[in-house]
Structure formats: C-alpha cells, structure tokens
C-alpha cells in the first residue's frame, strides 16, 4: 500500500544531543500523528497535529504540520537512552477518509 | 481508562490453518483499524470499520483474510488457510472521528507465526 517518505531511516546520536526526523508525501493531509513503537509493544502516540504550521511540544518532543501540508517534522531535543525505538509518521488524506496513511519508520539507537 | 486489547497476544499455527485475532476498541470509539507489521517494516492497511458504515476492505491482501466487527464494539480478524508470509504482528487501533479528534490507539499486537 501507499505509504510516506519518512527520513532518516536509521540515525544513532550519542545521549544528549537532539534530533530531528521528517516526512514528506505527494499529497495534501488534514492531520499528523507522530508515534513510537517499542520492541514487542503497539505504537504510541506521541503528538497529533491538525493545522498548517501548527508546532506542537510534549516534554522534550517538538512536532510541526508543514505549510505545505505535504510534510512534518518531529524533533527530540537531549536525547536520553529510552527514546530508542522506532518513530513513524501517519497522515490522514484530504479526502474525507478517517484512514491513515503511516511512514516507513525512523529507527533511532542512542548511545549512552 | 482502559486502551486497545488484543488477543492473543502470541499465537503459533500450522500452514493451512485458520486463526482468529481479536480486538477490543477503547469505549466509545466508533472506528477501528486492522494493520500488518512484518518484521522491521512499516505498518500495512488491511481494514477499517466506522459506526454501521460498510467497512473499508482496500487493504486485505487475499480472500483469506476477512475481518467483522459485531454489535459496533469487539472486531475478529479471520485468515484462514495460513501460509507462511502471513507471519506477521497484526495491530489493531481504534478511534472517535468527528470534531477535532482523529487520534489513533494501537493495541500490543498479536505476533502471528505461521510454521
């Protein structure tokens, strides 16, 4: 099925430093979710985004709706050991549809 | 409150048998989603219910799978005569659509090896 561009695939930083992953699509979207997946468990919501331009925090978590609406970027800023996991991007279509379309996923490995 | 289960949460089959996966929404949730995640890859659409509307079967791979969601609540993902590259972690996510909430919620996932 479709899915999203969702960049870097892998990245490891060594503890503290931030980082920042993005995804882009062909299409126009209404909303972004950002999520985390940890080895074995369900995904889990980290920010819901639902307007161009929105910026969104949660703790050390920063997410933006791009102007475009074709694109979003989530930040982590002082990385600590348990945010490794795999972070995927989701964004729902302008067509009316409550489905979802998700990222390949961010693999992200921090280095105490 | 409580999230999205799932169950089982592992399940071991024989190629060529069928298998039931179950998922219960979060309360009050009208939609919910049926997704396939092999092995490091992404998440794959496969079903999408909402309220009493026809669901959205775009994303079944075969007619071996089918899915139902009975009474508006508890849905059972069906594949039936598993093979191999169904082995897979099957998630399923609810959600209430309308007004400014489209969140998803995933379950735990039901890891499905198909022997």
Request: proline fraction near 5%; hydrophobic fraction near 30%; charged fraction near 15%.
């Amino acid at each position: 099925g479709q899915q999203l561009n969702q960049s870097p695939q892998s990245m490891f930083i060594q503890e503290g430093e931030d980082v920042s992953m993005n995804c882009t699509s062909s299409s126009i979207f209404n909303t972004w979710l950002w999520y985390k997946q940890d080895p074995g468990e369900g995904p889990v919501l980290l920010i819901a985004l639902y307007k161009a331009g929105e910026l969104t925090s949660n703790g050390r978590l920063t997410a933006q709706f791009g102007i475009t609406r074709k694109d979003s970027f989530l930040n982590i800023s002082a990385s600590i050991p348990s945010d490794v996991g795999i972070y995927f991007c989701a964004g729902r279509p302008t067509s009316g549809t409550y489905k979802y379309i998700f990222g390949t996923g961010t693999r992200l490995k921090v280095l105490a | 409150g409580a999230g999205v289960s799932q169950s089982p949460s592992n399940k071991v089959t024989e190629k060529g048998k069928d298998v039931e996966l179950r998922c219960d929404p979060i309360s009050g949730h009208t939609a919910l989603y049926w997704y396939r995640q092999s092995l490091g890859q992404g998440l794959e659409f496969l079903i999408y219910f909402q309220g009493n509307s026809a669901p959205d079967k775009s994303g079944l791979p075969s007619d071996r799978f089918s899915a139902e969601r009975t009474g508006g609540s508890v849905s059972t993902l069906t594949i039936q005569r598993t093979q191999q590259e169904d082995s897979a972690v099957y998630l399923c996510a609810s959600s209430s659509p309308g007004g400014a909430s489209y969140e998803q919620y995933f379950g735990p996932g039901t890891r499905l090896t198909v022997t």
